[in-house]
């Protein structure tokens, strides 16, 4: 059964530092997505990783995907306020195994002035 | 394009009473699922249905819990009866397709349930 592990849990960071938040899962996973979760809100689709050495960027956010490792990181580059939120990876198993999503626990991310 | 539909958003009820969730998916999405998202956690697939067909309910408390898709479109998930610790918020999600390829799901608003 496919086990994903977050952390930081929480990360508070000053508005224009750099950080990377790391997702760890447990056994064969193809595809690996982060999503981000305002509070009250639902979750909204970032990154959607479908290969070893995959990476992709959005803004100020850079997801990477290392399959060999079990790996993937969020990395976020000269954070500002509008960035506070939960991220949440989620991994999935092979192709053709189902496609049950299993979210870590998330890493609730507050960026200070 | 509408995204993922759910009503109620709100809805507070007390133990061992029955309550009843309610979505609309993205039109033409084959899939629909159904989450359950604890305060502080991820969310937690209890269901996921092809067209009107079960795909996976390996995590649905089957006592008190059921869901049904009819005509492979809306679908409604039913607690009954609650307990305390179904206080959470039931996420509806669904995608275009399955299995062969990667299916990246759409989540609704969500109902956030509140047991006394």
């Known amino acids: 059964e496919l086990k994903v592990e977050q952390n930081p849990l929480f990360l508070s960071m000053q508005e224009g530092k750099n950080y990377t938040i790391y997702c760890n899962y447990s056994?064969?996973?193809?595809?690996l997505y982060w999503y981000r979760q305002d509070p009250g809100k639902s979750l909204e689709s970032l990154f959607v990783?479908?290969?070893?050495?995959a990476v992709k960027q959005e803004g100020r956010l850079m997801a990477s995907l290392d399959t060999k490792a079990r790996l993937s990181t969020l990395h976020i580059t000269a954070a500002v306020h509008d960035l506070s939120a939960t991220y949440f990876c989620?991994?999935?198993?092979?192709?053709?195994?189902?496609?049950?999503?299993?979210f870590g626990e998330g890493t609730q991310l507050t960026v200070n002035p | 394009e509408a995204g993922v539909a759910q009503s109620p958003r709100y809805k507070i009820i007390e133990k061992r009473q029955s309550v009843a969730f309610w979505c609309n998916p993205i039109?033409?999405?084959?899939?629909l699922y159904w989450y359950q998202q604890i305060l502080g956690q991820g969310p937690k697939l209890l269901i996921q249905?092809?067209?009107?067909?079960?795909?996976?309910d390996s995590q649905l408390p089957k006592d008190r819990f059921s869901a049904e898709r009819l005509k492979g479109v809306d679908s409604t998930l039913k607690i009954q009866p609650a307990k305390l610790e179904d206080s959470a918020v039931y996420l509806c999600?669904?995608?275009?397709?399955?299995?062969?390829?990667?299916?990246?799901?759409?989540f609704g608003p969500g109902t956030r349930l509140t047991v006394l």
């Open positions: 999600a669904s995608s275009l397709i399955t299995g062969r390829t990667y299916n990246e799901q759409f």
């Open positions: 056994t064969t996973s193809d595809r």
């Open positions: 990783l479908l290969s070893n050495g």
């Open positions: 989620a991994g999935a198993p092979p192709t053709g195994s189902g496609s049950r999503l299993t």
């Open positions: 039109s033409g999405h084959a899939t």
């Open positions: 249905f092809q067209n009107n067909g079960v795909v996976d």
